[in-house]
């Protein structure tokens, strides 16, 4: 079922995904309306066959059915958004939900882990 979650909804799912060891074959993108770091930005976790009915937005980019349908935007891939929450959790531990915002904000932004040297990872 498609809906729009909030980023507590989100991490949850994900996290529960990959802890089950079938992250990669239960979601493949993340979508996002607003900005990650605000607490009315809603996501939207597409499966893999949500991908291949992707329509092309207004603005040219190819969304699944629902995503345009919700005007939403691709924030990250699901595999990266995981890596973001495991690698921000290692380094920092008892994030936030604030702080995590902030971290996947940063490395959607840089493609770097926020507060982690490249070296210790």
């Known amino acids: 079922m498609s809906e729009l979650i909030t980023l507590r909804e989100a991490i ?13 074959d239960r979601y493949s ?13 809603r996501l939207y976790l597409s499966h893999v ?3 291949d009915d992707a329509l092309i937005a207004d603005h040219g980019e190819a969304l699944p059915p629902f995503a345009a349908q919700h005007h939403l935007r691709h924030f990250l891939e699901a595999a ?5 929450l495991f690698v921000h959790r290692r380094h920092h531990p008892s994030p ?3 702080d995590l915002a902030r ?5 959607r932004k840089h493609d770097s882990f ?3 040297a490249p070296e210790s990872l």
């Open 114 to 116: 926020l507060g982690v």
């Open 12 to 24: 949850d799912a994900i996290t529960d995904a990959f802890d089950e060891g079938d992250g990669w």
């Open 49 to 51: 066959a949500d991908e």
């Open 96 to 98: 936030t939900l604030e």
């Open 80 to 84: 990266d958004f995981a890596e973001v």
């Open 103 to 107: 971290a996947l904000d940063h490395y």
């Open 29 to 41: 993108w993340v979508y996002i309306r607003g900005a990650i770091t605000e607490p009315s930005c």
